[in-house]
Nanobody, 132 residues
Framework: QVQLVESGGGSVQAGGSLRLSCTASPSSYSTSYSTNYMGWFRQTPGKEREGVAVHFRSGGATYYADSVKGRFTVSQDNAKNTVYLQMSALKPEDTAMYYC?????????????????????WGQGTQVTVSS
């Protein structure tokens, strides 16, 4: 079973920065495998979980939601089996529970890098609160 553990959430004022981390248990998932990818999603009460950023091991490709482009950066440290989300210029509307997700490229249907349906493994979430 893949285990993902997020950390780094907290409260910050608008314009501030936070860095989220997500570490996968080495025995269950390795960020260094070429077919693996990890992403960040967020969710607020009453709303659907939305994709924020994704990092693909193969080629290091990244994808971002339009709402965070230019402000958030996703990166990966394979030695630590960890993916990061550096968030800058935070806005109150970035307030949400942030979830780490992971999976590997498989055959069959593909729903896109920012789709919930592209991920089978999820962390428990870490809260980010941005005050104005």
């Amino acid at each position: 079973q893949v285990q993902l553990v997020e950390s780094g959430g907290g409260s910050v004022q608008a314009g501030g920065s936070l860095r989220l981390s997500c570490t996968a248990s080495p025995s269950s998932y390795s960020t260094s495998y070429s077919t693996n990818y990890m992403g960040w999603f967020r969710q607020t009460p009453g709303k659907e979980r939305e994709g924020v950023a994704v990092h693909f091991r193969s080629g290091g490709a990244t994808y971002y939601a339009d709402s965070v482009k230019g402000r958030f950066t996703v990166s990966q440290d394979n030695a630590k089996n960890t993916v990061y989300l550096q968030m800058s210029a935070l806005k109150p509307e970035d307030t949400a529970m942030y979830y780490c997700a992971a999976d590997q490229i498989r055959g069959g249907s593909w729903y896109g890098p920012l789709s919930l349906r592209s991920y089978n493994y999820w962390g428990q979430g870490t809260q980010v609160t941005v005050s104005s």
